[in-house]
């Protein structure tokens, strides 16, 4: 068996617990947008407290991710797996407890940290156990189930809700997550088995990634607060000190033969650097879209949770079906019109969206957003798939696995970014009115998308 490992395989059931804890945290990331006018009353926090909640969860998950995939090479995928499974339940409750915004911050963060401890083992551990054809099949519902996610998170989240189970208003979104992290846990006990690389002398970069963090709060920190706290813009001349060391420190440790988070030498093709800024450009303004587009909808236009969780039904759809066709589309057209393709789709949307909410303002309902998200959907699962090929393709294999932790690390790092910003865009322009606001955010975010397309698109034909 591959890797060294011991094992004969995996059974249903635990292919379905690894599944289903796959879900959770990324359900979770969005779980809490259909929610946001409930929580921001609960807990007396304005859009500022609102953006952190979400945030914050983005950054202790992007901060640790790679590192839990390596301390699960070194110490156990199983074991890795059960502790981010029982610390996930521990946050969920915490949060579901809190009673104030610091509580609830608390919780968030801490779900982030266990949630990138055991995220990273369910592909390492289906790649350690399975081969052939029943390998390719489980990788498959691996790499679709992120629309189905988008999909449970906001609908699933919104009828939670809603529905007010045990009178517990929105603290049962967290709640959930308690009995379905004890039943993994039990089961999962049982029938995964435990996997380990070869090779256990990996270290950990802990310097890498107390750098990352800093980078990441030397931008979120004033985005989110400045509008409060003006002397906190000054925070943002720190990312350049921030960027330099974590440069220097990751190329020391790549001289001396250890792993770091974020390698130097894989930026070294113009291609991967180009595949890493389409990247960033689409985790940084579809969850952006997100927070905003279902902020506005709870507080300005009075939707109920349930109603903010249906009217992006579409998108999770279409999100799910792009990611189907995605690689056939490129097959067809190039990765790089199938992303210039995915991006005027999403841009589209973006504007689609923009008209609704001028034309219909208070009119609006739930399902005239299915026909702009559902755009948006398809034109952000191509723009990722595209981005993703793009970026391995280029890529020397010895690095494979490092640009995969690598992406997956600034993926969540640009959630919390994209989120931050647009949030912290829409508290700015509220004097404005809430309609106005949502209309400049969202706008904003597609400016960013076709600045982006458009400068990529010269890179590349330059190159030619």
């Given at each position: ?78 074991r ?22 610091v ?24 790649h350690?156990?399975?081969?052939g054809?029943?390998h ?16 449970l998170?906001?609908?699933a ?24 992290c004890l ?12 996997t380990?690389?070869s ?22 920190v ?23 060391l ?20 894989m ?18 303004a ?8 279902a ?21 999770g759809?279409?999100f799910f ?18 992303y210039?393709l ?31 998200t559902?755009?948006?959907?398809l ?32 993926q ?22 809430g ?30």
């Amino acid at each position: 068996m591959k890797h060294g490992n011991n094992v004969s395989g995996l059974s249903i059931v635990a292919v379905l617990l690894l599944v289903i804890g796959q879900v959770l945290p990324q359900v979770d990331f969005a779980i809490v947008n259909v929610s946001l006018d409930v929580l921001g009353k609960a807990l007396n926090t304005d859009e500022t407290g609102l953006v952190l909640i979400v945030a914050l969860y983005g950054l202790s998950f992007s901060a640790l991710i790679t590192t839990g995939g390596r301390l699960g090479d070194k110490y156990g995928r199983k074991r890795l797996f059960m502790v981010g499974i029982v610390g996930f339940c521990a946050a969920s409750a915490l949060c579901g407890l809190a009673s104030g915004i610091v509580s609830m911050l608390l919780g968030r963060v801490l779900q982030g940290v266990f949630a990138a401890l055991l995220l990273p083992q369910i592909l390492a551990t289906i790649h350690a156990t399975l081969e052939g054809e029943r390998h390719r099949y489980v990788v498959g519902i691996y790499t679709s189930i992120g629309g189905l996610s988008a999909i449970l998170g906001q609908v699933a989240g919104g009828w939670l809700v809603s529905a007010n189970l045990w009178n517990l208003g929105w603290r049962v979104a967290f709640f959930i997550n308690v009995p379905i992290c004890l039943v993994i846990f039990m089961f999962g006990c049982l029938t995964i088995p435990e996997t380990r690389s070869s090779d256990t002398r990996q270290s950990m970069d802990l310097g890498g990634i107390a750098l990352f963090i800093l980078c990441l709060l030397s931008v979120m920190v004033p985005i989110s607060l400045g509008g409060r706290w003006h002397g906190l813009w000054w925070w943002l001349a720190a990312t350049v000190p921030c960027a330099f060391l974590l440069w220097r420190v990751e190329r020391g440790h790549e001289r001396a033969g250890r792993k770091a988070i974020l390698p130097p030498s894989m930026f070294r093709e113009a291609m991967v650097k180009n595949g890493f800024v389409r990247e960033m450009t689409v985790t940084f303004a579809f969850p952006g879209y997100l927070f905003v587009t279902a902020l506005c909808l709870q507080s300005e236009l009075g939707f109920t949770p349930l109603e903010s969780g249906n009217a992006f039904v579409a998108l999770g759809a279409m999100f799910f079906i792009g990611s189907l066709i995605s690689k056939r589309l490129g097959q067809c057209l190039g990765d790089h019109l199938s992303y210039a393709l995915g991006a005027l789709l999403t841009v589209s949307g973006f504007l689609a969206t923009i008209w609704l909410f001028y034309h219909l303002n208070h009119r609006l309902t739930f399902y005239d957003l299915w026909g702009a998200t559902g755009v948006i959907g398809l034109g952000n699962a191509i723009m990722l798939t595209s981005a993703y090929r793009l970026t391995l393709s280029h890529v020397d294999r010895r690095y494979a696995s490092e640009v995969s932790g690598a992406l997956a690390t600034v993926q969540q790092g640009c959630f919390a970014l994209g989120t931050a910003f647009a949030g912290a865009l829409y508290a700015e322009m509220l004097r404005h009115g809430g309609l106005n606001a949502v209309m400049l955010s969202i706008g904003a975010l597609a400016s960013l998308v076709v600045l982006v397309a458009i400068c990529l698109a010269i890179h590349v034909a330059r190159r030619r």
